[in-house]
């Protein structure tokens, strides 16, 4: 026997709910609808049979006739070559060379008259290449137009200036090294003592260069990457002191 399956029971249950029904808007159709519809038919309707219902049959006149569908040739007109030697109007009379021309107006005789009186001299130019390149010869740089200047020669003006500044330069700093001089402040590095300085520093140098040499090849611990560093930093130190010395010839040095 199948059981009657009873629904839950509720308070929400004991009342009936009421249906709503929900009403659909009308369906839409377009204001066109018949005409398009009449115009199928007609257009159906004209159609029917195997092409159209009514075709004009040819007239037998009106055969296909020879060369009938071939181009023609336009037809003469009056411009033709014909009608110019044919033309009963005739020209006005060729002016008499005695006749002056009207205002404004320029013959091929005037033209001819002031054209030829100076010819036109063509410009000097210079090819520089096999295909025919030219430019002109002014612009080429084979023209010596600067040599021939007045200024030609010359120091320019801010060299000078450069020069003589560089010249209140020195002379001031020679004042300035005689003043210490005198006052006793400065002494000169004779040529003995500047070479055995020079020879001490490269012999210091070399010192330097040979145990940096003698150094591992791994720097795995801080005490040889520093002891590294300190080498590097000396003979570049001693680098720059060799360079300077050799550069001057005269050397000043403090008495204290």
Known sequence: MSEVV???????????????????????????????????????????????????????DKYLKKHSKEAKPPEKTLCSKEERHTCAMKKPPVPLRTEMPPMGIHTKRDFLKTATVVPMKPQPTSVDSNKGHKQLLEDS????????????????????????????????????????????????????????????????????HHEYQGLSLVTDTLSKKAHKERLEVAMKQLENDINLIERFKTIYIPNN
């Open 141 to 208: 740089g084979l023209v010596p137009k600067y040599i021939k200047k007045k200024d030609y020669g010359e120091v320019p003006e801010y060299l000078q200036q450069r020069n003589e500044e560089e010249q209140r330069a020195q002379e001031a700093y020679d004042n300035y090294v005689k003043e210490q001089k005198e006052r006793g402040a400065m002494k000169h590095l004779s040529d003995e003592d500047r070479e055995a300085v020079l020879e001490g520093l490269k012999k210091n140098w070399d010192e330097l």
């Open 6 to 60: 009873h629904p839950r029971e509720s308070v929400y249950n004991l009342l009936p709910e009421e249906k709503v029904h929900v009403q659909k808007p009308p369906r839409y159709m377009s204001k066109f609808r018949p005409m398009v519809s009449l115009e199928e038919k007609i257009a159906k309707d004209a159609m029917r049979t195997m092409g159209p219902a009514k075709v004009e049959v040819p007239s037998p």
